[in-house]
T-cell receptor, first 113, second 111 residues
């Protein structure tokens, strides 16, 4: 059973470009969570999604950030018009149900130049 | 609200030394508690968990006991190895909606 997959592992963008981060949950998992880890800090919750629904987006910045988890395909975290402060590691986690342990992917390290 | 306070690092120990990393939490209900480990350049791996008071989670020689009276979940290992060098995160989850993480404690074990 493959674990949580994230791609790309590393992403470099210039200020003003768009960043798209992908997450494929573990097989059978329908709950996906996105977290951001700034340098030297812990993980901060961003958004919780189930298939086709956003359950909790209380940690998402109000502008430029969006997330989706379509019926088919991976979950996407999209950052428009990136700024240097968006440079961070973005981790995706999945769980079987909303009550189970979350399993984390290897992360996407975004660098904004 | 929910929060996790974790012992600040970095922590440097000699091989075979005893390890304690303190973690205390604040929660509105009855959370599950977790320790995750992050090796350089990798994602978080679940190390152990406890879902109710007085439960003890254990894995790979690490242990932590869910103490409701002191709202703590301290991580311990009797004899650390060089391969244990990593960053350790304490976390809580209520109803699974999201995890609240501590800031992480970096551990370096020297031979």
């Amino acid at each position: 059973n493959a674990g949580v997959m994230q791609n790309p592992r590393h992403l470099v963008r210039r200020r003003g470009q768009e960043a798209r981060l992908r997450c494929s949950p573990m097989k059978g998992h329908s709950h996906v969570y996105w977290y951001r880890q700034l340098p030297e800090e812990g993980l901060k919750f961003m958004v919780y999604l189930q298939k086709e629904n956003i359950i909790d987006e209380s940690g998402m910045p109000k502008e430029r950030f969006s997330a989706e988890f379509p019926k088919e395909g991976p979950s996407i975290l999209r950052i428009q018009q990136v700024v240097r402060g968006d440079s961070a590691a973005y981790f995706c986690a999945s769980s079987l149900t909303g009550m189970e342990t979350q399993y984390f992917g290897p992360g996407t390290r975004l660098l904004v130049l | 609200g929910n929060s996790v306070t974790q012992m600040e690092g970095p922590v440097t120990l000699s091989e075979e030394a005893f390890l304690t990393i303190n973690c205390t939490y604040t929660a509105t209900g009855y959370p599950s508690l977790f320790w995750y480990v992050q090796y350089p350049g990798e994602g978080l791996q679940l190390l152990l968990k406890a879902t109710k008071a007085d439960d003890k989670g254990s894995n790979k020689g690490f242990e932590a006991t869910y103490r409701k009276e002191t709202t703590s979940f301290h991580l311990e290992k009797g004899s650390v190895q060089v391969s244990d060098s990593a960053v350790y995160f304490c976390a809580l989850s209520e109803e699974g909606n999201q995890f609240y993480f501590g800031t992480g404690t970096s551990l370096t074990v020297i031979p």
